[in-house]
């Protein structure tokens, strides 16, 4: 057994890993162009438009929407979906708070439902044991690039006549059964925050999926005040609240030149994820992420699970471990799942207020959705990158194997 950098052996990696620049000359000029439209405003220069026609034509859809960031575009969704005052919305606990924000501002309840063990995405059978008559949509997350359960979920959503949202903020051009994740559900929200496949500095679009004309102006207005100028009007006799998510032109010009880039940024992520669950399979104490049968992730990051029972170290000693071997990773994602945060253990989304949690009387309770929790307990995150080369990946999967390995209790 090879001595473990830890323990004073030979680290599995000293060089650094591949890095690359992922703006230039191309953003730059996009750039410029807005300027000198002498217009930074959406609705009267181009680039957001060429932004979100480009987005359209590579994911096949019909409408879209850009907004001010990932947050935002699930609260757009939230808000075309008629989510309101004392509804239900079922999500996931293993999340960015981003996908949470704008339930609670629509002064609905989030309800959270259990993950499958492997896939770390959404349980149908859980999500179904959620629903309440109070429930008006379901948030799905695609963590980490793979894909969730959508024909299941799909199934269980038109049973009970609710909305499906999709979040595919860590998973662009991520393929369910031969359609993009986005394209599933009755809308797509999206993020260009800086840490996604593809930036804008900030910023985020939403897909309408129906065919519904009227769908797509409402979602439109919904992330403009309200103001339907789209259909020229100037006056706005404002009937409900909504916020202004816009994006500007500059974030429009910078996405522009990103989604030239995107295919090739997908499938090398695709291709070195999956290189990893192949060089790791097998290995003990090792369980690789699941990738559903006809699916494809596009690796946000690259999340795999520790078995305690096969391993005689504890997470925190194997991150320590892979550390020293010189191969970046943190334990986990987030800390814990959302529910144990302060805001969802005291019930307040709002100062002094227990609203809207009061509604229906709901409580978080550690234990809530134990195979999240456990997943978070358990879970080592990898950074991938589309900038690694083969080498850096191989070099991945030797560090961890030599890890596992020295652990090992067989
Ligand atoms: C990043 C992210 C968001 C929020 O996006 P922002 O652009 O940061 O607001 C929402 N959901 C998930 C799963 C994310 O990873």
Redesign the pocket.
């Known amino acids: 057994m090879e001595l473990l950098a830890l323990h004073g052996g030979r680290p599995t990696r000293t060089e650094p890993f591949g890095s690359g620049k992922r703006f230039g000359e191309e953003e730059a000029k996009e750039l410029l162009e807005a300027l000198e439209q002498n217009t930074l405003f959406y609705y009267f220069g181009g680039k957001v438009n060429a932004f979100l026609s480009d987005f359209n034509k590579i994911y096949g859809t019909k409408y879209s929407v850009a907004t001010s960031?990932?947050?935002?575009?699930?609260h757009v969704a939230l808000g075309a979906a008629g989510v309101t005052v004392g509804d239900e919305v079922i999500t996931s606990p293993i999340?960015?708070?981003?996908?949470l924000?704008g339930i609670l501002y629509q002064n609905a309840i989030p309800v959270f439902a259990d993950v499958d063990p492997h896939t770390y995405n959404m349980d149908p059978t859980s999500i179904e044991a959620k629903i309440t008559e109070r429930t008006k949509a379901i948030v799905v997350?695609?963590?980490a690039g793979n894909p969730a359960d959508m024909d299941a979920i799909m199934a269980v959503a038109k049973k009970h006549r609710i909305k499906v949202i999709e979040?595919?903020?860590?998973?662009y051009l991520s393929q369910y059964k031969g359609k993009y994740v986005g394209t599933i559900g009755d809308y797509g929200?999206f993020?260009?925050?800086d840490?996604?496949h593809i930036s804008t500095g900030?910023?985020?679009i939403v897909t309408i999926n129906s065919e519904d004309e009227e769908d797509y102006h409402f979602t439109h207005a919904f992330a403009d005040k309200n103001y339907r100028r789209d259909r020229g009007e100037t006056y706005r006799d404002v009937e409900m609240l909504a916020p202004n998510y816009r994006m500007t032109e500059l974030q429009g010009a910078v996405g522009v030149a990103q989604l030239k880039k995107l295919r090739w940024i997908c499938e090398t992520r695709t291709r070195h994820g999956d290189r990893i669950s192949e060089g790791l399979s097998g290995v003990p104490g090792i369980a690789v992420p699941k990738v559903q049968e006809g699916c494809a992730s596009t690796y946000?990051s690259y999340m795999l699970r520790l078995n305690g029972e096969e391993l005689t170290c504890t997470r925190a000693e194997f991150c320590q471990a892979l550390d020293a071997e010189g191969i970046p990773n943190m334990p986990g994602y987030i800390p814990d799942v959302v529910y144990m945060t302060r805001l969802f253990q005291n019930r307040t989304a709002y100062p002094g207020s227990h609203f809207p949690f009061d509604l229906n009387g709901t409580t978080y309770e550690r234990g809530l959705c134990p195979i999240a929790e456990q997943v978070l307990q358990t879970s080592v995150s990898i950074g991938i990158s589309e900038f690694y080369s083969e080498r850096d990946i191989e070099d991945i999967i030797t560090g961890v194997r030599k890890v596992a390995l020295y652990y090992s209790k067989r």
């Not at 979040?167 to 998973?171: E, N």
């Open positions: 960031s990932g947050t935002a575009a699930i999340t960015d708070q981003g996908t924000i997350v695609h963590l979040d595919c903020a860590q998973s929200c993020s260009t925050n840490f996604k900030d910023g985020g946000f």
